[in-house]
T-cell receptor, first 113, second 109 residues
Framework: KAGVTQTPRYLIKTRGQQVTLSCSPI?????VSWYQQTPGQGLQFLFE???????NKGNFPGRFSGRQFSNSRSEMNVSTLELGDSALYLC????????????FGDGTRLSIL | EDQVTQSPEALRLQEGESSSLNCSYT??????LFWYRQDPGKGPEFLFT???AGEEKEKERLKATLTKKESFLHITAPKPEDSATYLC??????????FGSGTQLTVLP
C-alpha cells in the first residue's frame, strides 16, 4: 500500500516569492493535515482538510493557505515568502476520525534565501 | 489550553541499557494519544495509539503506557537502530493533534 507522497522534496526560493507544495494521501484517506516543523518550534499544525473542506486551522498568517481536490490530493500555498518560512513542511493523511492515526509523508524542505 | 511536555529532551543510552521516555499532557476530551518515531530527514512514523488510562501497547523493544496525565514509552534492551526522535501527540476531541517537542534518543553500540 503506497504511503503519503509529497512533492517536491526540496525547494529553494527567495523572499517575496510564493510556493505551492503537493501531497498525495494514502488511498482511501479523506483527511489531509499540514504541519510546519522547525528546530525551534517543533511540529506546528497549519490546517486540516476533509472532503475538500477546511476542518481545522492553526495559528498561522493568511499567507499560508491550502486546498483539497475531489481525489483527496492536497496543495499548500505560501505567498510572500519570508526568511522565517524556511522549514520542513509535512503532510499527513488519515481516515478523518479523531481516534485514528495520521500517517506522514517525508516532507518538503523549503529554504528561503 | 492544550499542553504537552516531553522529557528528557535528549537521552543517550548504551546498547542494552533500558530506559523510559515521558510525555505529560493537559488536554480536554482526549480521543487518543499517539506515539511517533522520526528519523533525520524523514517524516514521523506512527508507532502506537493509546485510548484510555491503563492501556498498554507493545512493539518489539518498545512498550507504551497511558495514565490520565502521562504516557511513557519504555525501551527495553535498545539497539543502535532505535536511535531517533520520539514524539508524542495527544488528540483532544474535535481538535487537531498537539505534538510534544520530542525526545532525541541515541543508542551507542
Amino acid at each position: 500500500k503506497a504511503g503519503v507522497t509529497q512533492t517536491p522534496r526540496y525547494l529553494i526560493k527567495t523572499r517575496g516569492q510564493q510556493v505551492t507544495l503537493s501531497c498525495s494521501p494514502i488511498s482511501g484517506h479523506r483527511s489531509v493535515s499540514w504541519y510546519q516543523q522547525t528546530p525551534g518550534q517543533g511540529l506546528q499544525f497549519l490546517f486540516e482538510y476533509f472532503s475538500e473542506t477546511q476542518r481545522n486551522k492553526g495559528n498561522f498568517p493568511g499567507r499560508f493557505s491550502g486546498r483539497q481536490f475531489s481525489n483527496s490530493r492536497s496543495e499548500m500555498n505560501v505567498s510572500t515568502l519570508e526568511l522565517g518560512d524556511s522549514a520542513l513542511y509535512l503532510c499527513a493523511s488519515s481516515t478523518g476520525t479523531p481516534d485514528q492515526p495520521q500517517h506522514f509523508g517525508d516532507g518538503t524542505r523549503l529554504s528561503i534565501l | 489550553e492544550d499542553q504537552v511536555t516531553q522529557s528528557p529532551e535528549a537521552l543517550r543510552l548504551q546498547e542494552g541499557e533500558s530506559s523510559s521516555l515521558n510525555c505529560s499532557y493537559t488536554v480536554s476530551g482526549l480521543r487518543g494519544l499517539f506515539w511517533y518515531r522520526q528519523d533525520p530527514g524523514k517524516g514521523p512514523e506512527f508507532l502506537f495509539t493509546l485510548y484510555s488510562a491503563g492501556e498498554e501497547k507493545e512493539k518489539e523493544r518498545l512498550k507504551a503506557t497511558l495514565t490520565k496525565k502521562e504516557s511513557f514509552l519504555h525501551i527495553t534492551a535498545p539497539k543502535p537502530e532505535d536511535s531517533a526522535t520520539y514524539l508524542c501527540a495527544p488528540r483532544p476531541s474535535a481538535r487537531q493533534l498537539t505534538f510534544g517537542s520530542g525526545t532525541q534518543l541515541t543508542v551507542l553500540p
